[in-house]
């Protein structure tokens, strides 16, 4: 009896000490808000207005977790999925933002599966914005047209590796994401990576990535260099990036920001100008400005606005964008403004 019961207790101890060494975690935003667009059309003036959603940070559903595996070595998972909590997600729940597992060490990380490509991450935490919302500036894919943008912010199939955290600052992130075609066939191949430094107030990083196309001309070469400082008052950002494809297509766009503490909030803005190169609509280039300010109600819970306006050049139908919300059966008139205003609430869990 004695030994059972001291096998019972070794049994219970055992199963403790396991299940210390694994953690699990579910995490999500619920991000919703109301918006107003205006731009010019064929047609004169038009509007449109509604619930949106991710007005400031993604919604999204997901779970994480680690397990010890021992010597300093740890395997774990990511899978995160968008919500469009305005409509309920009425298109289904699924993981395209983020599905990984990963081997984690002294060595770094290797990360297998979808997720972030580098040259968008480097562009999305230099942004005031992160690249969401009505105030979002530098999201890839501006060149579009014959460009392939499948990667543009999200690789599917990819070999990803992470330097240390120790290196003093230092960081950096090689990635290679498969196409998963047949012998000789390219498309939707990836090849990027990211490196930088971030210590203390100073953050610097730089980036560059590669997507093929079915032909040549439609590859797309992206690159951007970002940084910012936190002198505590305000943070300043500043970000340059270009989008090429083979086929001769070439845009340019810089970022000024800003994110300062103001109030029981932060006052967020940003100024970007958008520049077509060596093409014959090389005139029809644009501009954007945002301005936003979020207040804290709590350390998870936030309520937000923002205005934005677009500046178009030429014949240039850019329009200011949101999340669920956009410009329909209507025909953009070339060359003119539009603008748009948005107030939300944002929830961490």
Do not use: C
């Not at 219970?12 to 205006?38: E, K, N």
């Not at 000789?184 to 980036?207: C, D, E, L, Q, S």
Request: proline share 2%; no cysteine; charged share 15%.
């Amino acid at each position: 009896m004695k030994k059972s019961l001291l096998a019972l207790a070794a049994l219970g101890l055992f199963a403790g000490a396991a299940s210390a060494q694994s953690t699990v975690t579910l995490f999500g935003i619920v991000d919703a808000g109301y918006a107003r667009l205006s731009a010019k059309t064929t047609a004169g003036s038009k509007s449109v207005q509604g619930i949106t959603n991710s007005g400031l940070n993604s919604s999204r559903l997901g779970f994480r977790g680690v397990e010890d595996l021992g010597g300093g070595l740890r395997a774990g998972f990511w899978i995160e999925g968008q919500l469009t909590n305005d409509d309920g997600n009425a298109g289904g729940l699924n993981f395209q933002r983020r599905s990984t597992v990963s081997l984690m060490g002294g060595f770094g990380e290797i990360r297998l599966g979808r997720d972030y490509t580098p040259h968008f991450w480097n562009l999305t935490i230099y942004d005031p914005f992160g690249t969401v919302g009505i105030g979002q500036a530098l999201s890839p894919g501006m060149v579009g047209g014959s460009g392939n943008s499948a990667n543009a912010v999200r690789s599917s199939n990819t070999i990803g590796y992470f330097l240390p955290g120790n290196l003093g600052g230092f960081n950096g992130q090689l990635q290679i994401g498969f196409g998963e075609n047949v012998s000789g066939v390219k498309t939707n191949n990836y090849i990027g990576g990211r490196v930088g430094y971030n210590a203390g107030p100073i953050g610097v990083n730089v980036a560059y990535g590669k997507t093929e196309g079915a032909t040549d001309a439609a590859d797309v070469k992206y690159f951007n260099v970002g940084a910012a400082y936190d002198f505590g008052v305000a943070k300043p950002m500043l970000v340059f990036a270009q989008e090429k494809t083979g086929g001769g297509l070439k845009i340019e766009a810089i970022e000024a920001g800003v994110v300062a503490p103001l109030g029981q909030g932060e006052l967020r803005a940003a100024y970007s100008r958008y520049d077509i190169k060596n093409t014959a609509a090389r005139d029809n280039d644009w501009n954007k400005l945002a301005v936003g300010y979020g207040y804290n109600l709590s350390k998870r819970t936030q309520m937000y606005t923002t205005f934005a306006r677009v500046s178009n050049k030429g014949a240039q139908t850019k329009v200011v964008a949101s999340t669920g919300l956009a410009f329909t059966g209507s025909t953009i008139l070339g060359g003119k403004a539009s603008t748009g205003f948005e107030a939300g609430i944002r929830h961490i869990f």
